[in-house]
T-cell receptor
Framework: NAGVMQNPRHLVRRRGQEARLRCSPM?????VYWYRQLPEEGLKFMVY????????ESGMPKERFSAEFPKEGPSILRIQQVVRGDSAAYFC??????????FGEGSRLTVL | AQSVTQLGSHVSVSEGALVLLRCNYS??????LFWYVQYPNQGLQLLLK??????LVKGINGFEAEFKKSETSFHLTKPSAHMSDAAEYFC?????????????FGAGTQVVVTP
């Protein structure tokens, strides 16, 4: 059973561009979570999604950030008009119902 | 406000010595507590968790942690450190009033193991 797959693993964007990060949950997992890890900090919760529904987006910045988990395909975290402060590692996790969270290896975004 | 705090951002231990990583939380509602380990450029791996029941929890790789409600703590220990334990460790907490999976993570403790 493959783990949580995130891509790209590394992404470089210039200020003002868009970043799209993808997450394929483990097989059979219907719950997806996105976390952001800034340098020298712990992970910060961003959003919790189930198929076609945003359950809790209390950690998402109000502007430029959006997330989706469509009926088919991976979950997408989209950052529009990136700024240098968006440089971070973005981790996706999935779980089967309310069980253990399994984390992906992260996508590291660098904004030039 | 509900929060989690890890004491010590860096810990150095000798191989074979006790590993002790401290985690405290503040909350007025029951917590669910977790310890995760992160190796360089990898995701987080669950070491152990406390939800209900026995307060002494055993995890993988010889680690264990004890939930002490009176001290609002969930310290992680391992009797004898191994070189492979060098990694960053995160304490995490979620609360019964929050969405499952909405974890609050501590800032992490980097463990260095010396020969």
């Amino acid at each position: 059973n493959a783990g949580v797959m995130q891509n790209p693993r590394h992404l470089v964007r210039r200020r003002g561009q868009e970043a799209r990060l993808r997450c394929s949950p483990m097989k059979g997992h219907s719950h997806v979570y996105w976390y952001r890890q800034l340098p020298e900090e712990g992970l910060k919760f961003m959003v919790y999604l189930q198929k076609e529904n945003i359950i809790d987006e209390s950690g998402m910045p109000k502007e430029r950030f959006s997330a989706e988990f469509p009926k088919e395909g991976p979950s997408i975290l989209r950052i529009q008009q990136v700024v240098r402060g968006d440089s971070a590692a973005y981790f996706c996790a999935s779980s089967p119902d309310e069980g253990e969270l399994f984390f992906g290896e992260g996508s590291r975004l660098t904004v030039l | 406000a509900q929060s989690v705090t890890q004491l010590g951002s860096h810990v150095s231990v000798s191989e074979g010595a006790l590993v002790l990583l401290r985690c405290n939380y503040s909350s007025s509602v029951p917590p669910y507590l977790f310890w995760y380990v992160q190796y360089p450029n990898q995701g987080l791996q669950l070491l152990l968790k406390y939800t209900t029941g026995a307060t002494l929890v055993k995890g993988i790789n010889g680690f264990e942690a004890e939930f002490k409600k009176s001290e609002t703590s969930f310290h992680l220990t391992k009797p004898s450190a191994h070189m492979s334990d060098a990694a960053e460790y995160f304490c995490a907490v979620t609360f019964t009033t929050d969405s499952w999976g909405k974890f609050q993570f501590g800032a992490g403790t980097q463990v260095v193991v010396t020969p």
